[in-house]
């Protein structure tokens, strides 16, 4: 296992074992509180465990080299945990803003608004602890994975936050001359939570996506890559060249065709000058992406340049 491996594995251990802490206590306090929004900070929680697991699984697997069934890698399963995560969030967040909003058409809910504080106090330190460790281990190891997870991690302390200072108001109107109000302020801090993190998963989501259908990549993306590329290749005469490259997961998959004159000498057209080249490419390319899969084809004809020959019958 390589290092960053270790430190990614490291760093899925800790949101599993974070997360099993805080679901226990989230979920003690909704039973203690009869809080709902308590309740989908629990729920929220405990989604993060079951990706965790799976991601640790994951980690693992993409780290490994193709093979007869795989040829190309196991990077693709990245994107799709991400999706599933993104997915079964955005199913909590929908079955928690329905529940609240029945909730406020029938009467709102009663709720210990002191103990909801000190939930809400408790969790938000330790969810901004964690998701701080998290941010070192994702930019050590440049994990998709980890970099979700810490996202999550922030998302979930300030939705605690936010429960601290919605309920410290529930508390007040519990012993002033509003105390009808006070049941109302539980499903609203539900609904709140909702529409502030509804477009978390949906990002999530069309990310994952973009990924899995090998969608291009984004413009500067694309402009750091061709930088690189015509920095390489300046050496040996600039000579024109077509770069497609999509992202799945950490890994950046790249095809780089160079056109060469089809008559006279030309620096590169002999396979030694070429292999140097194919070995330059990749190397450069690391400083984008931890994990780069590349071919480099040369190539005299214009329309072979423009990419991978499609036929049909």
Not at 24 to 36: E, K
Not at 142 to 161: E, H, T
Not at 163 to 185: D, E, K, M, N, R
Not at 249 to 261: K, T
Request: proline share 4%; net charge negative; aromatic share 12%.
């Amino acid at each position: 296992m390589t290092d960053a491996a270790r430190l990614e594995d490291r760093g899925i251990k800790l949101s599993i074992c974070g997360a099993a802490f805080f679901v226990v206590l989230a979920f003690g306090f909704a039973y203690a509180t009869h809080s709902d929004g308590v309740w989908l900070d629990g729920a929220y929680s405990a989604v993060d465990i079951l990706i965790s697991v799976l991601g640790l699984f994951v980690a693992r697997l993409v780290a490994r080299p193709g093979d007869d069934t795989y040829p190309f890698g196991y990077a693709a399963f990245e994107p799709l945990l991400v999706l599933f995560k993104g997915v079964l969030i955005l199913l909590v967040l929908a079955w928690a803003g329905v529940t609240a909003a029945f909730q406020l058409a029938s009467g709102g809910n009663e709720t210990a608004a002191g103990l909801v504080v000190v939930y809400g106090v408790i969790a938000a330190a330790g969810c901004f602890a964690v998701a701080a460790r998290i941010r070192r281990y994702a930019e050590q190891t440049q994990s998709d994975i980890l970099a979700v997870d810490m996202k999550d991690w922030l998302i979930d302390g300030y939705l605690s936050l936010g429960i601290a200072v919605a309920f410290l108001i529930g508390f007040v109107l519990q012993h002033s001359a509003f105390t009808a109000w006070a049941p109302y302020v539980d499903p609203l801090v539900v609904l709140s939570m909702v529409l502030a993190t509804i477009i978390i998963p949906l990002r999530i989501i069309r990310e994952s996506w973009f990924e899995m259908t090998q969608r291009s990549i984004d413009k500067e993306d694309k402009d750091d890559q061709h930088a690189i590329a015509r920095e390489v290749l300046r050496p040996y005469g600039a000579p024109e060249f077509r770069l497609r490259s999509v992202w799945q997961g950490r890994e950046l998959y790249s095809h780089i065709y160079v056109l060469l004159p089809k008559s006279g000498t030309h620096p590169l057209a002999n396979v030694a000058a070429q292999d140097e080249v194919r070995q330059q490419l990749p190397e450069k390319f690391l400083d984008l992406a931890s994990v780069v899969s590349m071919d480099v084809v040369f190539t005299a004809d214009r329309d072979l340049a423009d990419g991978p020959q499609r036929f049909a019958r």
